[in-house]
Structures are given as C-alpha cells and as structure tokens.
C-alpha cells in the first residue's frame, strides 16, 4: 500500500494550494481518507476527514471554511483544497487511510504518506 502526497511548496499568504493523496495498492473506495499536519516544533493535528461510502466530510479542528476535502474514486486519489492560506498552516500535510468509515483519529488510520511541506510566506 503506498499513499503519495503531492501539491505542496512556497506559496504567499492569501495564496491557494490544492494537495493531492495518490493511493495504490488498496481499494481505494473501502477507505476514508484523512488529512493531517505537522507544524515545525509542534505535535501532529488533525486537519480533515472524508468518508468512503457517502463522502461525508469532518473539519474536527479549526481549519472549516478555508479547507476543503474532496475524494475521486475512479483516480483513487484525495484532495485538500487551501484557500487564503496564513503563516500558521505552515508544516507537513499527511494523508492517512481508515478501512470503513472514519472517526477521523490518528490512532484509527491504518496507512500513511511520507507527507508534502507546505510553507507559507511572503
């Protein structure tokens, strides 16, 4: 099972990214995806969930509004759209998978990424 994180880099504060989570090796519509991240000295957070069976998404921590998730099944990929990003969501992004539907934990994802640096500054 790989999960491949790509789309992240140097981009100025207001500017917008959108992260790619490329699986193979799983069936991939048996799997919620997750996002995470890990801010330089800091604990990794929770970012964002999507489910597999109906796409339901979760935004548990403070990121709703300017993230988006989003999942294409044929591709057996997952995305995470930025939008105005801020200095703070400077770290590396991972993505994880979850068999079945998520609780959008750490602990409960069975694969991840190598992650994608995402830095913002001007």
């Known amino acids: 099972v790989q999960l491949v994180e790509s789309g992240g880099g140097l981009v100025q504060p207001g500017g917008s990214l959108r992260l790619s989570c490329a699986t193979s090796?799983?069936?991939?519509?048996?799997?919620?995806i997750g996002w995470f991240r890990q801010a330089p000295g800091k604990g990794r957070e929770t970012v964002s969930c999507?489910?597999?069976?109906?796409?339901?998404?979760h935004y548990p921590g403070s990121v709703k509004g300017r993230f988006t998730i989003s999942r294409d099944d044929a591709k057996s990929t997952a995305y995470l759209q930025i939008n105005s990003l801020e200095p703070e969501d400077t770290g590396v992004y991972f993505c994880?998978?979850?068999?079945?539907?998520?609780?959008?934990?750490?602990?409960?994802?069975?694969?991840w990424g190598k992650g994608t640096l995402v830095t913002v500054s001007s």
């Open positions: 994880a998978a979850d068999l079945g539907p998520t609780l959008c934990t750490e602990d409960g994802m069975d694969y």
């Open positions: 090796g799983l069936i991939f519509d048996h799997y919620s």
């Open positions: 999507i489910d597999n069976i109906d796409s339901t998404t």
